[in-house]
């Protein structure tokens, strides 16, 4: 197994979790027009959710997914319901979002540090042999992680492009007043697109820690710089512009990872001026309008 | 006054002078020009390292850190060499990071630079000695002046406040141009100024140049009082609170932001010395942390504009008889 193999596929891994993570927010940014700076902490608070159904409660990891997936889906329609809506409405200029995401990230992530401490914590780990696949080694954890990636996202597909709610959402996100005024309830939709892009971001949260064994309180807000890395080369707001971001940042940070393992970060960075300076609105900068007008 | 109260009255001082130059930085940038800068804490601690680095004296193997650019400059040189360098890398930051059209689309943009440039700092042990950071940084005019240690703080509270005094009169007259007016109007709708012929790119890349000057030189009065700096010392939370400092006293009004950074800087953080410590080591700041951003949730529901909001400017009034 070359060492480029290798990191081939674990930059699969990177990227199957990143794409969920950056279909999320990404989502969020659609529906609201706002940036969660708070996506990350939700993140971790979905990682220490499964943290205590694996070890504490001793149920299986998947368990645990399945409850971390489901407090990061309510954490995520409770701020966006409490704190952004509010401020929404309000009409609340951009930059007082901002201000606002980070006051919530800056909450959650020192409640979060305030009941965890600055210890690492890890799931309880799986023995399992590692099966070569495709000229590489990944764990059947990190397969399932894959795979699950993958249903995840073709669900996701399928619930924008084939259902009347996922019209609603895609219609919400173009013109939130147009739509309102064809007689959607932009509201729920918005709480929907919230819970879903919140399922997204626990199983995240929860697939990250399993892949990298230990976490602390700050484990999804550093991850949080990768997602948005993903999420502008992609346009912000665009779904599957965030998948293709997610597979080369994924790709790119592992196969730098081959020369030094601080590089990964910086490779992230370095795609995400590169975006900025050619292309400052991302890869698919007018394809939803081009995804709306495509669909009878 | 004992010695230990007179100290403290110095650190108090000479933290609040660099706090409110730095918010003074930062509400031309945000208060004034609508520019986010959420990068702003890593232009202060590149002015802290060029401070640093010029008045340690070269690295060598000898010391117990290593840096580059090593070099022993006089007073006010290495001051001078911040300010140069905050402008410069807010130069190149601006460069990518404010080609986004929306504001926001930039604070992430900058977070995210800043995030990075902690993480590489701290990797590359080689350039300003990784996590550890640099310490025993040495006081300007510590060696010909001969004063103890509260006669020197003394001293360098005036410093300061030269310093302080200095750049207000440049953000005052900043603010106060036609310039500043055009500043104003570029926050205020964009799309209008645009339209007039204005390059708002340019005009956001000036005003960010100018921000992350001063806060190169604010970075730098820090470092040669407390003597070290570290990555630990330059998070993204602590642009957070000069943000909550800045809307808390009012954003776009100077006089606002002194009290702003005298409040939340000054009194918020130290009232917690005060209270009786409770839990474990570190627990206060992190309650602290989170009350912050209560604080400015608050701040930014119930009072947007701050304690001392920005005054209302209005043209010349019309003649009279002519009123609509």
């Not at chain 1, 197994?1 to 659609?30: D, E, H, N």
């Not at chain 1, 780990?125 to 990944?138: D, F, I, K, N, Q």
């Not at chain 1, 991302?282 to 495509?294: D, E, K, N, P």
């Not at chain 2, 055009?182 to 708002?200: C, F, H, K």
């Amino acid at each position: 197994v070359s060492q480029v193999t290798l990191a081939l596929g674990f930059g699969l891994v990177t990227s199957a979790i990143l794409a969920l993570g950056a279909v999320g927010f990404t989502l969020q940014f659609g529906v609201s027009n706002i940036f969660n700076l708070a996506f990350g902490n939700v993140m971790t608070v979905a990682a220490f959710v499964a943290y205590l159904v694996n070890v504490r409660a001793g149920a299986s990891i998947w368990w645990a997914l399945g409850a971390g997936a489901l407090a990061a889906a309510l954490l995520s329609v409770a701020i966006s319901r409490m704190i952004y809506s509010p401020f929404l409405r309000r009409g609340a200029e951009l930059f007082t979002m901002v201000m606002v995401s980070l006051a919530v990230s800056i909450i959650l992530q020192n409640g979060i540090q305030g009941l965890s401490g600055t210890s690492f914590y890890a799931y309880t780990p799986v023995h399992e042999a590692s099966l070569r696949v495709a000229g590489t080694v990944l764990t059947p954890q990190q397969l399932a992680i894959v795979g699950l990636a993958a249903v995840s996202l073709l669900a996701f597909h399928g619930l924008l492009r084939y259902t009347r709610l996922g019209k609603a959402m895609r219609a919400t996100a173009a013109d939130p007043e147009l739509a309102r005024g064809c007689g959607i309830a932009t509201d729920r939709v918005m709480d929907v697109a919230w819970l879903v892009s919140g399922v997204l971001c626990g199983m995240a949260g929860v697939v990250l820690v399993m892949n990298t064994a230990a976490f602390d309180f700050n484990t999804g807000n550093e991850f949080l710089l990768l997602v948005v890395a993903a999420a502008v080369f992609g346009s912000v707001g665009q779904p599957y512009g965030a998948m293709v971001g997610a597979l080369v940042i994924g790709m790119g940070s592992e196969l730098a990872g081959i020369v030094s393992p601080a590089l990964k970060d910086v490779v992230a960075f370095a795609i995400l001026v590169l975006t900025l300076i050619v292309r400052p609105s991302g890869l698919r900068a007018s394809a939803l309008a081009r995804l709306v007008r495509a669909t009878p | 006054v004992s010695t230990a109260y007179q100290y403290y009255a110095i650190t108090l001082l000479v933290y609040f002078g660099v706090n409110v130059m730095a918010c003074w930085a930062l509400n031309l940038q945000y208060g004034v020009a609508g520019v986010l800068n959420f990068a702003f804490i890593m232009f202060q601690s590149i002015g802290a390292y060029t401070t640093a680095v010029l008045t340690l004296g070269p690295s060598s193997h000898s010391t117990f850190q290593t840096y580059v650019l090593g070099a022993s400059l006089p007073w006010p040189v290495p001051l001078l060499a911040a300010t140069a360098v905050g402008g410069v890398l807010a130069l190149a930051v601006g460069a990518f990071a404010l080609r986004p059209g929306r504001r926001d689309y930039q604070a992430m943009v900058m977070l995210v630079v800043s995030i990075i440039a902690t993480t590489l700092v701290v990797s590359q042990k080689g350039w300003l000695n990784g996590a550890s950071g640099l310490a025993a940084i040495p006081k300007p005019f510590s060696d010909g002046l001969d004063l103890d240690l509260v006669g020197y703080g003394w001293f360098y509270v005036g410093l300061t406040a030269v310093v302080a005094l200095v750049t207000y009169a440049l953000v005052h007259r900043v603010t106060n141009s036609p310039w500043g007016r055009r500043l104003r109007a570029m926050r205020d709708n964009p799309t209008a100024l645009e339209s007039l012929g204005v390059d708002i790119r340019r005009e956001s890349l000036k005003v960010f140049v100018i921000g992350g000057a001063i806060a190169g030189l604010s970075g730098g009065v820090l470092v040669e009082f407390i003597g070290a700096w570290a990555p630990g010392s330059w998070t993204t939370a602590e642009t957070f609170v000069y943000f909550v400092a800045v809307i808390v006293g009012g954003a776009g009004n100077n006089l606002g932001v002194t009290l702003g950074a005298a409040l939340v800087l000054g009194l918020f953080q130290e009232v917690l010395r005060y209270l009786p410590s409770f839990g474990y080591a570190g627990l206060s700041e992190i309650v602290q942390f989170a009350l912050l951003g209560v604080l400015i949730l608050a701040f930014l529901w119930l009072r947007p504009t701050g304690i001392l909001p920005e005054r209302r400017r209005r043209l010349s009034p019309a003649p009279a008889g002519r009123a609509p």
